[in-house]
């Protein structure tokens, strides 16, 4: 019997195929690295009809330590089917397996094991009573590793190899378990319990090579299986394993639908998760923001209804004196401080408007209020030609050259930069206006009334052509100077000249106007003498003026310099007036004529001749003005100077022995012009009409009081 054990070739029991297991996710299994466990079966039938039986269990030997490496060789270990065999029939020859390779069985792999020292014996099942059909085992929760080669293992059969069963290393190691029935167990002969587990005497040297492989194959198996057991325990569900026989009754898993339901759908990866998060926040995001703009937007539709017309600023123009309307305007409100604004735009009139009233002042003004508006004015002539452009406050100071009709813009613009408040409605308003200038000049007679030898003034307001008026009349004249205001123009009145009315006519920018002067007598004295030589020494008659002097009386005069400080009397100190001006000696006439002053033969002087209380006085400058002439013209007129007063108005004074002065020197009244003789003749004239000297030095000509 013996004999026969060791010649019966060991069969592989067929094993069943697994059960499709639900995964999570797929996980992929290398296939040539994870063969199926070895598993221990009932061994089928015998061909006689006897059964053999599994030896009896050997002791248990204590497990190796995870981290301990075994220094001796290993022994084959053989599948725990293949101890004991029976001899199978003779027309059946067991089909065996090549090995893949023929190495020694390795030593016990060193693996990672369960915290506790023994490994938990699986729980022995009856006897199947159908060997034909094996069940698949539970597999355990936690990975078993292989046992030593030292350790005894229970003896068992493995069952002979079918023509349809799968090899040995074909099944799935998690599908199958090694359980041994107690009646294995029990009817296992002596001669058998007593081998070494795992052994398998031979006198057949090639079956023990095959042996070796086949351990050292399923060691490899096993060493495989337990490095990737955590990732298939993690991922697959626990399915019970069939027992070799009748096993008790264990109630099924229960499975749910709806957790398989989610089983079969894939996880999601990591970046498609944050994908999705991503996805989620951007919508939640979108939501808020489409949230706050529908409140932001109803706020502002409030705002913006809000900004009404009432907002818009007034601004007031007058030009002249005349209000002006508007002819456009464009207003910004503001409904989001300055970020968000309503308009307000529209254009009133769209030609210029025309003034009734027209203009009679050269420089008219224009008013703008409020006056914190930056203002642009522009006005064209009748030929579209830009006459002025500039700010309305400008304008003041502008004066118009001519009359005519003229065309006008003002625009008036509020910025954020010139407004205080940012938030302040910007925008601007525009006014356009025709207006015609016809401006009559004024003209004033200063003197309504006169006297002989004194002066008239007359008055000519601004002029648009800035042309000099004229004056036309009986009266001698040196025409219109500058004045302040406008244009005045002196005229002398001579010792002689005809009281009564007189006509002036005055003529402006093509105005032409007519004065009324009138021109009283003056009170003059005479004198009677009867020889010649008793006249009065030196005499200078009207017409009898030097050439050097004559000459000078022609020319044009300056600008007014009696304006600052007026006139005074030459001689600081008193002095007497041998000769005043209109005086008329006679010599001879007869006592009738003396009583009613009719007489011929008889001359009046021009001008004043002084007689200083001391020899060799100094006199001064009456009034300031330019030197015209100062020399020695010699004979009875000595040292003569000649003295430009302005709008021609000339100082003469002759007999002088000293000068202080020369000709082309600008002097100011009270300065030194020289000394006097034992006489000096003092002389005023306006062009070539001497007028009274003493009226304009004591301050009685009212006529030079105008400038």
Known sequence: MEEDKKSTAVQPEEAPKPKPRRRKAAIPQPAADTPPAPTDSAEPPAADGQTTKKPAASPKKPRAKKNTKT??????????????????????????????????????????????????????????????APTVPDVPSTPELPESAERAEPAGTEPEPTADAP???????????????????????????????????????????????????????????????????????????????????????????????????????????????????????????????????????????????????EVKVTFDGQELAPTAYKWHVPVVGSFFRRTYAETLNSSPVVLEDAISDASPDIIVTPSDYSTQLTITDAD?????????????????????????????????????????????????????????????????TVQQGSVAAVRVGSTMSRTEPTLTGPLESTGFVRAANGWICYLPIPWNAETGNTELTVTADGYTETLTLSVRAASYSYKDYSAKSQLTSPYIGADDAPDAVRRLLTTDGGEIQWAVGGFVQPFLDSFDTPLLYGTTEYVGRS?????????????????????????????????????LLAEDLGGSYGY????????????????????????????????????????????????????????????????????
């Open 167 to 313: 090899a040995a290393d074909d099944t799935p190691a998690a599908d199958t378990a090694v359980t041994d029935t107690p009646e294995q167990a029990g009817d296992v002969p002596a001669e058998d319990a007593a081998e070494p587990s795992g052994l398998v005497f031979s006198d057949d040297l090639a079956n023990d090579k095959a042996l070796a492989a086949e351990a050292a194959r399923m060691a490899n198996i096993s060493r495989t299986a337990q490095l990737s057991i955590a990732q298939i325990m993690a991922g697959l569900e626990e399915d019970p394993a069939p027992s070799a026989g009748p096993a008790p009754a264990s109630e099924a898993p229960q499975h749910d639908s709806t957790a398989d339901d989610e089983d079969d759908e894939p996880q999601d990866t990591i970046p498609q998760a944050l994908g999705r998060g991503v996805f989620g926040m951007f919508k939640w995001l979108l939501l808020v923001v489409l949230f706050v703009l529908i409140i932001a937007g109803g706020g502002v539709a409030w705002l913006y209804r809000s900004a009404t017309p009432d907002m818009l600023p």
């Open 71 to 132: 220094t001796k060789t290993a022994k084959p270990k053989t599948p725990k089917a293949a101890k004991t065999a029976k001899k199978a029939p003779a027309d059946e020859t067991p089909e065996r397996k090549a090995p893949a390779q023929e190495s020694p069985v390795p030593a016990a792999p060193e693996l990672a094991e369960p915290k506790s020292e023994s490994k938990p014996e699986p729980p022995e099942t009856p006897a199947r009573e159908d060997a034909a």
């Open 640 to 707: 003569t100077v000649v003295i430009d007063h302005g709008a021609g108005l000339r100082s003469i004074f002759y007999g002088l022995t000293a000068l202080d002065v020369k000709a082309g020197d600008d002097v100011k009244q009270g300065q030194l012009l020289g000394t006097s003789g034992r006489t000096v003749v003092a002389e005023l004239r306006i062009g070539t009409v001497p007028i009274n000297p003493l009226l304009v030095w004591r301050g009685q000509c009212d006529g030079l009081k105008y400038f």
């Open 384 to 448: 579209k030609e830009t006459v002025y452009e500039g700010s309305a406050t400008a304008f003041r100071s502008y004066l118009f050259a001519e009359n005519g009709t003229f065309d006008a813009k003002l625009v008036v613009t509020a910025s954020d930069s010139a407004a205080e408040d940012r938030s302040s409605v910007t925008g601007t308003e525009t006014w356009q206006f025709r207006f015609t200038v016809s401006i009559k000049p004024s003209v004033t007679l200063c003197t309504p």
């Open 591 to 627: 006592y009738s004529e003396r009583s009613t002053n009719y007489g011929y033969g008889g001359r009046t002087s021009t001008n004043v001749v002084i007689k200083p209380k001391k020899s060799k006085d100094s006199m001064i400058v009456p009034a300031s003005g330019h030197v």
